[in-house]
DNA sequence: GTGAAAGCGCTAACAA
DNA sequence: TTGTTAGCGCTTTCAC
């Protein structure tokens, strides 16, 4: 890489000048701006961003920590946040919890040591189950802004975009009511999750307020064979409706719910968060919650850089954005 | 942060000693150590990211630039590359180009300002398909090596980390000639791309060297609607076996083919390159080639720390690494 | 055993 | 209009 001292030197001229002229300086004159900027143009000249960080005190980078890439929710709020954060000419360093607590912690400090400017963050599932937030405390503590996306800390006083998890599946299973259905069991593979607790809410408040059956859950975990549980779950329970909490279940529902001689949706109707892409992979499609999960990841950016450039430290009050989901009404529905 | 310099204020002594002592020299005495020690884990001294990188001209940071985040395999490679990466104390910048040809140069160029070491990327669709490679050249020519993985460009002299696409699509090809079966379709969402290609080849020599029919090849846009596609692909061509060059399409064929009353393995045998996670969608699961993903990102970066580290800038022979596919027999195959 | 000073590449206040 | 200088935080050579 060319420095400005080689150019400074090849045109007989001070560093400085050469810094002044590129960043267009009144001071500096018209021919010398010009020949500056020839000489830097040929040797395809950039500004060294290590040193400007360092200089400016910022390195125009936020720090994305999430739990796992291969959530495709998850992946999509990241590409979200790449596109958004490009725009404003951020760069992005990722990390993956992994889920893991000792990861994200790990993440954090390594970060804050000066490498990005603040943090979005979605929480890893251990962390969640045990209830620590002094890491993200201690960020703040530090300087560097955090914004929580999805599964947020409700006693961390930071900026959040979340969704409306809660009405969403209300009214879903409201919807299922209406239909007439009478037996409708609420499938969870993230029942120790924040938003999977809030569904699961939305689903037994929908139940116990407007129907006569009892709710009926079925948690599974994440090593469990799915497609073994919920044709199990199918047929110990005879359900007419299923509410499925992650993307992947309602998809796996409506496989299971065929192969065992079910009609989608004459016998039973299916409902899951999700997205196109999951979505297809049934015939007929999963009717579905969506998250609009490349606005939660803009939306993160732009608090998190809205933060970053308030000048005074003295903190404006923390906000919560929450991105309304959408239904999408396909095939597995009535 | 606290810096060094606020240390040594308090503690009466000079930066240095603090540098050093932090580091363990050999001239610094025991007590002073200890002193230094003691303040700088009090206050959670870090040493500045930043001025470390200015000072030693190396970020420990790659970027990677990917097409496709939403894209399952791509996104569990950046997963290995996330994590191997940690291994060696190095961060990752993660670019998405989007499938651009644009955006690709764009990050490129961007983050050859000194913000990375090198990259580790896969090939936008759009660049394979105008087979620009100029800008890859430009970067490595300004010393920031480069690793590429899955899709590459065969005439950019760089490491490489691939896939045995042609001999995996070839070996299935003929295990389904050996089921019996006698119209083999092969469909591809990715047939513009140099992995696709290979895949078509190898199904195309299987066909032509071990049966009697034509090859028979389904080509779907990504705009186009899969599901509607393959359902008339099987209807007009009766097709008993299927051979799907990218993840989704296994798994839609197994469900299309279902939903036209068609039994699956027995009427027909589908076989596509898929993950568990994937396969998971369909009843039977699909049976798939795997391409340890994560194993190919691990890969990718082992290449590019080794290239780091070489002293020398005399180029050592760059290096290709083929990570073989295995191939998991589920219940979509007889 | 400890400290002063230079320098990584850049910007900006100040001098000329 | 141009140049000198200091300084961002750190390491390291060289004096003391």
Not at 158 to 169: E, L, M, S
Not at 206 to 222: D, F
């Amino acid at each position: 890489m060319v420095t400005l001292k080689q150019l400074a030197k090849e045109l007989n001229v001070s560093i400085s000048t050469v810094s002044k002229a590129l960043n267009n300086s009144e001071e500096i004159g018209e021919d010398t701006i010009k020949r500056v900027k020839e000489l830097a143009a040929l040797y395809n000249y950039k500004p060294n961003k290590v040193a400007l960080s360092l200089k400016q005190n910022k390195t125009k980078t936020i720090g994305v920590i999430i739990p796992d890439i291969l959530n495709y929710f998850l992946a999509k709020v990241l590409f979200g946040i790449e596109m958004e954060a490009a725009l404003y000419g951020y760069n992005i360093i990722t990390c993956i919890s992994n889920e893991s607590l000792e990861k994200e912690k790990e993440s954090l400090q390594l970060l804050a040591n000066g490498s990005v400017d603040g943090f979005i963050l979605s929480i890893a599932q251990e962390t969640q189950i045990k209830n620590e937030v002094a890491h993200f405390k201690k960020a703040i503590g530090q300087g560097l802004p955090i914004v929580m996306f999805d599964r947020v800390a409700h006693d961390v006083l930071c900026d959040k975009v979340i969704v409306d998890d809660f009405d969403a599946i209300y009214n879903a299973t409201k919807l299922l009511l209406l239909e007439g259905r009478t037996k409708i069991g609420f499938i969870s593979t993230i029942d120790d999750l924040s938003v999977g607790k809030l569904r699961e809410r939305g689903y037994n408040k929908a139940i116990l307020e407007n129907s006569n059956q009892n709710p009926l859950v079925l948690r599974i975990s994440k090593t469990e064979d799915s497609q073994f549980k919920i044709k199990a779950f199918f047929e110990t329970n005879h359900v007419d409706g299923v509410i499925a909490a992650d993307s992947a279940s309602g998809v796996i529902a409506i496989n299971t719910a065929i192969n065992i001689g079910l009609h989608v949706p004459k016998d039973v109707s299916v409902i899951g968060f999700s997205s196109n892409y999951i979505a297809n992979h049934s015939i007929p499609r999963l009717t579905s919650i969506r998250q609009h999960a490349r606005d939660i990841g803009a939306n993160a950016v732009q608090l998190l850089i809205k933060r970053l450039q308030q000048k005074n430290d003295a903190d404006t009050d923390v906000s919560t954005r929450i991105i309304k989901t959408s239904f999408v009404k396909n095939g597995s529905t009535l």
